[in-house]
């Protein structure tokens, strides 16, 4: 039998994009058996619009809380067996949802699945997908169901570790089985990458559906944090110290954690000192500790506290050798 579908859409002043999101998800061949949107607050009219232009919506209003607490309030509300998760500024090709129940009509016990995806918007590459840039041996082993699916029937917490190809708006549960392990961590507060922290623990309840075609488009725009890759770093950092000290699943790979951890903060601390943001670059030393640095960074951080007057000239001369410049892309 086929699962039922709920759809929860978090949304916080997004009034403007909606209407490009709610479309899509209106477009999906697989229709859902609702789209509730929760209301995290708005001051734009969000909550207005929906009323006047999708009476159909199941409108939730709450104060504003974050998008974990108001993902969790949708999960709640909903009645479908299956929840799919997207954005306010995301959007689904319309054989997202088709393509998700066809991954449970075929693996009924699956606990979660996530989806292929794209990035959109300004200066984004059009054709790149995320699983394209996924380590050569991240999804060795899986079971493949033909050739746009596969199963992780074990615990793959640390390939996340290493590389985080799971978005929340790619991402659908299992309604019930996701309540009993809490939904959506919302102890590790309010911050960039604070889904990660959720995303590491479902690889570490399997069987995992996968969708390995690019079924959906992540927005990058100048009102959405995940588009700074400092930020993003320091927030992956964060969330592989919270699993790491709360579930103690995540004891065997202390190691590779605390690599991962450090690794994370090198990145944002390279990104820091290409921006000039020098206060930036002594926070992150100092989340750093007293491990040994790499000469370069040792660098940086000597050149970031210099005198303003004699800063400039350095950190010119550092950025023209063409080997001190930050690395952007995708965490």
């Not at 949107?37 to 232009?53: I, K, N, P, Q």
């Not at 998760?85 to 699956?110: I, K, N, Q, T």
């Not at 309840?205 to 725009?221: F, N, S, Y």
Request: glycine residues 8%; positive net charge; proline residues 6%.
């Amino acid at each position: 039998m086929i699962a039922s579908v709920s759809v929860v859409v978090p949304s916080y002043n997004r009034k403007h994009l909606l209407p490009e999101t709610l479309s899509a998800i209106e477009a999906q061949r697989h229709r859902p058996l609702e789209v509730i949107l929760v209301d995290d607050g708005s001051e734009d009219g969000t909550a207005e619009f929906v009323e006047r232009e999708h009476p159909e919506i199941r409108l939730i209003r709450i104060a504003n809380s974050g998008e974990l607490v108001a993902r969790n309030t949708g999960l709640r509300a909903a009645r479908g067996e299956i929840v799919a998760f997207c954005d306010s500024d995301d959007l689904w090709l319309p054989d997202h949802l088709a393509r998700m129940v066809a991954l449970w009509r075929d693996e009924p016990g699956l606990r979660a699945a996530f989806a292929n995806f794209r990035l959109f918007g300004e200066g984004q590459p059009g054709d790149a997908d995320k699983f394209g840039t996924a380590p050569a041996d991240w999804f060795e082993g899986v079971r493949r169901l033909g050739s746009e699916q596969a199963i992780f029937a074990a615990p793959f917490m640390d390939r996340m570790v290493r590389f985080n190809p799971v978005f929340p708006s790619a991402l659908a549960v299992r309604r019930d089985d996701f309540l009993a392990q809490g939904g959506w961590d919302e102890s590790i507060g309010r911050q960039v990458s604070l889904d990660f922290a959720t995303t590491l623990r479902i690889a570490a309840r399997p069987p995992v559906g996968v969708v390995l075609a690019p079924t959906v488009l992540i927005r990058k725009h100048a009102g959405n944090f995940s588009g700074d890759v400092q930020k993003m770093n320091l927030g992956d950092a964060v969330a592989l110290e919270h699993v790491l000290a709360r579930y103690p699943e995540f004891l065997p790979l202390e190691r590779e954690i605390r690599v991962s951890v450090r690794r994370r903060r090198l990145q944002a601390l390279d990104c820091a000192f290409a921006r000039a943001d020098f206060p930036a670059v002594g926070q992150i030393r100092a989340l750093l500790g007293g491990a040994a640095l790499p000469l370069r960074t040792r660098i940086k951080i000597a050149v970031a506290g210099l005198p303003p007057a004699l800063r400039g000239p350095a950190v010119r001369g550092l950025l023209a050798l063409g080997s001190l410049k930050a690395r952007e892309g995708w965490r």
